[in-house]
């Protein structure tokens, strides 16, 4: 007689295609713009959702990062070790061009066909995203200074993944990070103290040293960084590469890894500059304009990053339930568990729409109108969409029970992974005073996300009473300046909300659409998942959000 036998049990959600299963996103890729990159992404999402990615992701975190300062003898190493499935993972995003293709191969549609395949890797594994996110978000910066474009743009844009700690020149692909933060500064990166002193007379593209330190950099095995520093000018954009043009180590000191929460597959560092080598990028006392856009591109990269976190989390509840029985039942048609999961699905679809839109915005930064819309939208979604992803995850988790508390289960590390991107790249009150700045010195940026707003009024009585509240909140906090500071949550909140509930209503699937406005835009939005109001067709949002 068997005494051990696997009963109600689902099976693991394994060789399953990310990109054709997920309909919100396959439908977010048309729409805006890139359904040319269909075939590839198809590609992609069978390979990422294959068992063997998934047990790469598995072992990077579980063999995380290790610091190797010095060498046996005592000579600064200034290495980091990673394990074998790292390296592999961060090799099939280069692979795919997630770190450089809009730049390599400009075309229309470009930042959405990333944007896509971005979401589909950090299903899997986020911690890769940060190296591939910087790279592809330094390029905007580097261009400021012609010359350092010309030398390392073209080792940035290959598609080879080479993990070697080599000089720039004898590699065959680079990756670029960032250093800005500080620990006496935090957000506040003027309050910086690293100096910069020049060489020979300074100025655009000249050599400087760099003595100070840095709290965090991420992704240290970088082949350079870009990084902020006080010159005689005043706060400064520099690149500072792993080598000096003589082939030595440059003076990059790796103090310590940080023992994080989450995302523990990617290191990331304490480091001390010590006369390090370094070339301006840009004016002196120009360095935070120089360097946004790398900002701008990052925070992006946050948002859709926490609506993967969402998607996968989301698929893996839905998968659960419609295997699970209890009480007679599946969990998937049980009423309350399917308010529940369909309130999940809504999330998700909200999540993924704004933020393929707005990657739209980043492949047509010649309209002005969409230049403004990017403007204002990126810190509206990188607030909003990060700051669901706990919640969404933590309730995906639940509906698991025991089984996605435990360490086998994707979805500790998706809930160890879910805060990091409202933290990264400013966090969410940065983001709020963000987006009043632009409102208040750039009137056009708010005419421009109303227009996508207005596009959709007419068509649901709820968004339309939303939107009529909304209209003279946003007038009038424009004209407040401070004293609107202390309501700004609250007003990027609704924002991020009406222009989901534009975009759904517009293109979303009827069910998702109308889930949305009857429990977000009208009525009393319950304060957990799950409080959809009655009238909502659970079964039909389940459906198409089910993997």
């Known amino acids: 007689m068997a005494t051990h036998e696997v009963q109600n049990q689902p099976p693991p959600l394994v060789d399953v295609n990310l990109f054709t299963t997920d309909r919100a996103l396959v439908e977010a890729l048309h729409r805006e713009g890139a359904g040319w990159a269909a075939a590839a992404l198809e ?45 592999a993972l961060l090799g099939l995003g280069v692979a795919q061009g997630l770190h450089s293709g809009p730049w390599r191969e400009p075309r229309p549609g470009a930042h959405v066909a990333r944007a896509a395949a971005m979401m589909l890797l950090n299903e899997v594994e986020a911690g890769v995203g940060c190296p591939i996110g910087m790279t592809y978000a330094a390029v905007p910066a580097l261009r400021r200074q012609p010359e350092l474009a010309a030398e390392w743009e073209p080792r940035m844009l290959t598609t080879i993944y080479d993990a070697r700690c080599r000089p720039a020149p004898e590699k065959a692909g680079v990756l670029l990070g960032m250093a800005m933060t500080e620990k006496q500064g935090g957000s506040d990166v003027r309050a910086n103290t690293t100096r910069a002193v020049p060489v020979a007379g300074g100025g655009p593209g000249a050599e400087y040293r760099l003595t100070g330190h840095k709290w965090f950099c991420s992704a240290p095995m970088c082949d350079a960084f870009l990084v902020l520093a006080q010159a005689p000018g005043g706060l400064s954009c520099f690149l500072l590469p792993r080598f000096t043009p003589d082939g030595e180590k440059n003076r990059f000191h790796l103090q310590r890894l940080k023992d994080k929460l989450g995302n523990r597959s990617n290191a990331s560092s304490e480091v001390e500059f010590d006369g390090a080598w370094a070339r301006l990028v840009g004016e002196e006392g120009r360095g935070v304009p120089t360097i946004i856009e790398m900002g701008n591109l990052t925070r992006l990269d946050c948002a859709l990053g926490s609506a993967a976190l969402v998607r996968h989390a989301v698929a893996q509840a839905i998968h659960h339930a419609a295997h699970r029985s209890a009480f007679q039942r599946r969990l998937v048609d049980q009423p309350l568990m399917r308010n529940v999961l369909a309130d999940l699905g809504v999330e998700s679809e909200a999540a993924t729409a704004l933020a393929l839109r707005l990657a739209r915005a980043y492949d047509r930064l010649a309209e002005p109108e969409e230049a403004a819309f990017r403007r204002l939208a990126t810190p509206v979604a990188k607030y909003w969409v990060t700051k669901r992803a706990p919640s969404a995850v933590v309730e995906a988790l639940e509906v698991l029970g025991g089984n996605g508390y435990v360490e086998e289960s994707a979805l500790p590390r998706l809930y160890r992974e879910a805060p990091l991107n409202s933290i990264w790249e400013g966090s969410g009150n940065i983001m709020c005073l963000d987006v009043l700045r632009a409102m208040t010195r750039q009137p056009e940026t708010v005419e421009a996300v109303w227009a996508e707003v207005r596009r959709s009024l007419g068509a649901d009585r709820r968004l339309d009473a939303y939107a009529a509240v909304l209209e003279p909140e946003l007038r009038a906090a424009r004209a407040d300046g401070e004293e609107a500071e202390a309501g700004a949550r609250r007003l990027v909140e609704r924002l991020a909300l009406a222009l989901q509930g534009s975009l759904l209503v517009r293109h979303g699937h009827p069910a998702v659409a109308d889930a949305f406005c009857a429990s977000r835009l009208a009525g009393d939005w319950g304060r957990a998942f799950g409080t959809l109001p009655a009238g909502a067709d659970a079964k039909a949002i389940i459906d198409r959000a089910r993997p």
């Open 43 to 87: 590609r992609f999402g069978q390979r990422v959702g294959s068992q063997e990615v998934l047990d790469w992701s598995i072992q990077a975190h579980r063999h995380p990062p290790v610091l190797q300062a010095f060498d046996r003898f005592g000579r600064r190493r200034d290495e980091v070790e990673f394990h074998p499935a790292w390296h």
